[in-house]
């Protein structure tokens, strides 16, 4: 089966799985994000700057619409998994999340696996830790 989402609806889950799953990625898989600090700080402003008081994971997207990438590196395993996302990678890959996992998103009935999951999937095109 496969899912049709707008950009809008593949931004809306990768968010929410950033909001519920990044914590379990990061600290099960050996994983840390990574970013630009400029561009974190330039995002952070421009959210400020239209009334927002934003928080980590609204950064991180507002770095993705500005153009920019998010990373996960590799802390563990000398590199071999290091992957980078952007905005196009969320419109393309979100949408092939396994149906059940991306399912619970849709329906709200997802938990940190389902998240966990999905940003498997943005990140590294496939579910390459259990």
């Known amino acids: ?7 809008k609806e593949s931004e809306e889950y990768f968010y929410n799985a950033l909001c519920n799953g990044l914590y379990v990625v990061q600290s099960d898989y050996g994983v840390e994000m990574v970013y630009d600090t400029d561009e974190y700080a330039h995002a952070r402003e421009n959210l400020k700057a239209k009334g927002e008081s ?13 153009g ?10 000398e590199g071999a998994m290091d992957s980078f ?3 196009e990678l969320v419109h393309e890959r979100v949408c092939k999340t396994p149906t059940d996992n991306l399912m619970n ?12 999951v999905l940003l498997q999937t943005v990140f590294f095109n496939d579910i390459v830790f259990g």
């Open 85 to 87: 996302v952007n905005m």
């Open 54 to 66: 934003p928080c980590y994971e609204d950064i991180l997207m507002e770095i993705l619409r500005m």
């Open 105 to 116: 998103m849709i329906k709200e009935e997802d938990d940190a696996n389902d998240a966990d």
């Open 68 to 77: 920019g990438t998010i990373s996960l590196i590799d802390i563990e395993g």
């Open 1 to 7: 089966m496969e899912i049709k989402l707008t950009n």
